[in-house]
């Protein structure tokens, strides 16, 4: 394993690498967006590549930190960085990945503006949230935690079209909140060394200090979960982003505060905030329940996706909640083949908006009009209820499990929430695939063939999945 | 006799200053690159000096030891650097340099009597001379403020009359007859009232609320020079005279004053964060961020001992250096030749002047403290420091403040980002992007690797406590 030595940090900064040569290709170029979506797409594709390599020597049995590195910081106070992984975020970060990649693909033919911008910023947030899911250690959790904030509130502020400079404001004190919230209580239970995050629960703290950093822990990732009351940020961004790859990473976001709160094992949080943990199961389940009612009422299909999004979020939330830890690596598998296809949703539905708008139709049957579209978007659609073509089957079967286990009043309405989330989505495809009057002679684009064969590398990804969630591994 | 070798930078300085004056008998129009080539090369030789005289002292009066050099040469340094960028805006404008590089001569000249200072008296007569020399500087280029004249003169007058008050009194001015007297008499009210007069003087000189309002508006209307200076550089000179007070010959009465200095730093953070969002000039909302981390510092210090120190010092460092770049990047806002404030005339500039804007934001990131940039080195130790002595009051406080402020930072990156005009900027001149890049290098790998200054900080302040 000589050769895998600094894998982690090559990992981290390939995406940096990326976002450097983009940033140094020349201005005003005619073929400058392409180069750098190009130069992007490559980045990414040679970071799939050294995660596969990566996980060829990742024991899959193993709860411990794999392949770990450790960079000395200061040495009064003694501070270290440490990375490693494990097969839970080697996961998430590959699926982190194949959404930024599809992300890219899907724009690629696009006109969009300061497209160097987006590239450049994504680049960096790859990087960040690729440095943020192999943190093994509380300081560099939290650098990254903290460093992702910034290429997000660009994407948003130049692709969001937010009009209103308080949805803005809000956007970035939210997730601010949430970052000196989390500096708190690193502030407190750092000890004069490195802590390792797994051990975080381990540490003996009297009775203020515990509350006061374990309610800091809690609220700073759920600041980044669209739960009442931090769901308003999120809402307010959505509703406003039309760029795919932007929305894609605006979304990605959640999956940071779920995964944090799993790293910090709330099933080892003090029993003072045992009932706290209630309230929000409670406050959970109502939001659950809410968005998946309002998106009932909405025939937007970027509506609807985002309250898929939002429940099966809140959803993972409490099946990381539960006081049991056998069913996380169930999560795992479920939230990586969740991200790619959610990811490949907005891109297809990205396609077919734009398309609507070129040539001023309704949406009803415009997937009649492109074959290719239509084949990729209900795979996808049929994939995202939880039809047997993907890992979210089964892993999503057993975290339900779990749920009517612990609590089957809970679970009922979580179920309630899913299974209408379920028949919106199944709504909109009917919708979009079944005109209900006869449809005007118009040449609308279906997706190009280059993105038509990835869409069936991803479909096929998916589907191995199914068989194998963890087939590239050992 | 040989003992007053020490003051042989201050007498370069001034030799500067003659030199200066000398040259404008005869010739009225000096050349801007002239009169900055003499302070230069004074600051240079003056700082070459105070490294070759270190641990030269003359007993009762004057120190030169470890502390007092890295102070001074910090000082020095950031003197050197203003002068370089400010010599531009003398081109450009036709000013007369004259005027403004004297002052700082004559500044940096009563803050290297401040710092080395071991005497009330030596202490009072330079903070005297900085309170004057700093206001002729702002004074420069606009009408009289005679509030803020008036206040100088108060604190002047207050000062002398503290020393006086001592001196009458007991007959002792050096620092350690001083701190045995304090020790002795601890109840004395001449001895106190002198001590607050001195420390009221200091809140004053660094700026804290509710003494900060004529150095705010200050700021705003003197030219960008003499605002940029004067907000940057003296904070070094003040700070490390306040800390050795309170920590040597005042200690015994830091520990009622204490609470006084956190209700000073509570209202400079509430006053800071607020005042940030209250004003769409840029250095007035930079000037208030500055009354934000004064009074994190002073809340920081309210028990002296080695962590808080620490702490505070680089803090403080991570201000000054993150905030050199904001006001070195404020030379580079500039429309037909005028510098812009105003947030409404910084729109767009990302789109048309990409370095400039991304300058500021990596600056406005390590104020806020964000990782990776050295502003979190700062923010970590504070932070850390209010950990171990569980202050989670103060610890809310900060971080709610800080929220706010930010507000007021948000504004400046969307004028800079977001808002769309038709605003057009002056070319940037090449030595202002050197300057950034600069302090971009030394932001970037002073968080990569913070250890060197902080061991060295470290060896510093032990002599300190």
């Known amino acids: 394993m000589g050769n895998l030595q600094y894998i982690l940090t090559a990992i981290i900064l390939v995406p940096l690498l990326g976002m450097f040569f983009i940033v140094m290709s020349k201005q005003g170029h005619k073929n400058t967006h392409h180069n750098a979506f190009d130069v992007a797409a490559f980045s990414i594709i040679s970071n799939i590549f050294l995660l596969w390599r990566a996980s060829c020597f990742i024991d899959i049995n193993s709860t411990q930190w794999q392949l770990k590195e450790t960079y000395s910081w200061l040495l009064s106070p003694k501070i270290e960085f440490v990375l490693g992984i494990d097969i839970f975020s080697l996961l998430l970060i590959l699926s982190v990945h194949i959404a930024l990649l599809m992300g890219f693909v899907g724009i690629r033919g696009s006109n969009a503006q300061r497209q160097k911008s987006l590239a450049a910023f994504s680049m960096l947030f790859l990087s960040m949230i690729t440095g943020y899911f192999v943190a093994a250690d509380l300081f560099s959790f939290y650098i990254f935690f903290a460093a992702m904030l910034l290429p997000l509130f660009m994407l948003v502020r130049i692709y969001g079209a937010v009009k209103k400079q308080q949805v803005l404001q809000r956007f970035f004190l939210y997730n601010l909140w949430g970052v000196l919230l989390l500096f708190m209580a690193i502030s407190v239970l750092y000890n004069q060394e490195s802590i390792d995050i797994k051990s975080i629960s381990k540490l003996k703290l009297d009775y203020y200090s515990e509350i006061f950093a374990w309610g800091a822990i809690f609220l700073a990732f759920l600041s980044r979960i669209p739960i009442w009351p931090f769901h308003y940020w999120i809402s307010s961004i959505n509703s406003n982003i039309s760029n795919p790859l932007a929305f894609i990473v605006a979304n990605i976001m959640p999956l940071t505060g779920v995964y944090g709160l799993i790293r910090f094992s709330p099933l080892d949080a003090p029993d003072v905030l045992k009932p706290y943990v209630f309230v929000l199961e409670v406050v959970s389940i109502i939001s659950m329940l809410t968005i998946a009612l309002i998106a009932f009422s909405n025939k937007d299909i970027k509506y609807r996706l985002f309250s898929y999004m939002t429940v099966f979020y809140i959803f993972y939330l409490l099946g990381a909640l539960l006081p049991t830890d056998k069913i996380l690596l169930n999560i795992g598998l479920s939230l990586s083949s969740y991200i790619v296809i959610v990811s490949s949703l907005e891109v297809l539905a990205y396609h077919f908006e734009s398309q609507r708008m070129n040539h001023n139709v309704s949406t009803g049957g415009i997937l009649s009009y492109t074959p290719k579209t239509s084949f990729v978007f209900s795979f996808m659609i049929l994939a995202a209820i939880g039809c047997p073509l993907s890992s979210l089957f089964l892993n999503n079967f057993t975290i339900l499990a779990g749920l009517i286990k612990f609590n089957i009043k809970m679970a009922a309405f979580i179920l309630f929430a899913i299974l209408l989330c379920s028949l919106n989505l199944l709504q909109s495809l009917f919708y979009l695939k079944y005109p209900s009057k006869k449809l005007p002679l118009v040449d609308i684009a279906d997706i190009s063939k280059a993105t038509f064969a990835f869409m069936l590398i991803i479909m096929l990804l998916l589907l191995m999945s199914f068989v194998n969630p963890l087939w590239f591994v050992g | ?465």
């Open chain 2, 1 to 465: 006799m040989l003992a007053y070798i020490a003051l042989l930078p201050e007498f370069v300085l001034m030799s500067g200053v003659l030199l200066l004056l000398v040259s404008r008998l005869f010739k009225p129009n000096l050349a801007p690159k002239f009169v900055y080539g003499v302070c230069k090369l004074s600051l240079i030789l003056s700082a070459f000096l105070v490294v070759v005289l270190y641990n030269r002292s003359i007993d009762g009066y004057f120190i030169s030891n470890s502390y007092a050099v890295l102070f001074k040469i910090i000082v020095y340094l950031l003197s050197i650097g203003w002068s370089y960028l400010s010599l531009k805006h003398f081109y450009v404008k036709e000013k007369a340099a004259f005027r403004f590089y004297t002052l700082m001569l004559l500044e940096v000249f009563s803050l290297s009597l401040i710092i080395s200072s071991n005497n009330i008296a030596l202490l009072t007569f330079g903070l005297s001379l900085s309170f004057v020399f700093g206001y002729l500087m702002l004074w420069l280029d606009r009408r009289m403020n005679y509030i803020y004249l008036a206040t100088i003169l108060f604190f002047v007058l207050l000062l002398a009359c503290s020393s006086y008050t001592i001196y009458h009194c007991f007959g002792v001015l050096d620092y350690s007859s001083l701190k045995d007297l304090v020790e002795l008499n601890g109840n004395n009210p001449y001895l106190a009232f002198s001590f607050m007069a001195i420390m009221l003087s200091l809140f004053f000189a660094i700026g804290l609320a509710p003494l900060h309002l004529c150095f705010i508006d200050s700021i705003e209307e003197a030219d960008l020079p003499s605002a940029g200076y004067i907000n940057l550089v003296p904070l070094f000179a003040y700070f490390p005279v306040f800390v050795t007070l309170v920590s040597g010959p005042f200690a015994g009465f830091y520990v009622w004053f204490s609470a006084l200095g956190v209700g000073f730093g509570v209202i400079s953070v509430l006053f800071g964060a607020f005042g940030a969002n209250s004003t769409e000039s840029l250095r007035k909302i930079f000037a208030y961020a500055g009354l934000y981390y004064m009074g994190i510092i002073m809340i920081c210090l309210n028990n002296i001992s080695a962590s808080s120190l620490l702490c505070s010092f680089i803090y403080l460092f991570t201000y000054v250096i993150s905030m050199f770049g904001i006001y070195a990047s404020f030379y580079g806002l500039k429309h037909k030749g005028e510098y812009l404030d105003s947030l409404s005339q910084i729109k767009s500039l990302a789109s048309e002047r990409p370095f400039l804007a991304s300058s500021i934001l990596i600056f406005i990131i390590s104020l806020i403290g964000l990782p990776p940039l050295f502003g979190f080195v700062g923010q970590f130790f504070l932070f850390d420091h209010i950990a171990d002595i569980e202050a989670y009051k103060t610890m809310v406080l900060a971080m709610l403040s800080l929220l706010i402020l930010s507000c007021g930072y948000l504004k400046v990156l969307s004028s800079i980002y977001f808002e769309g005009a038709n605003n057009k900027f002056d070319s940037v001149d090449r030595v202002i992007y050197f300057a950034l890049s600069l302090n971009i290098f030394i932001i970037l790998s002073l968080a990569i690797s913070p250890q060197y200054l902080i061991s060295y900080l470290i060896k510093i302040l032990a002599g300190v406590l």
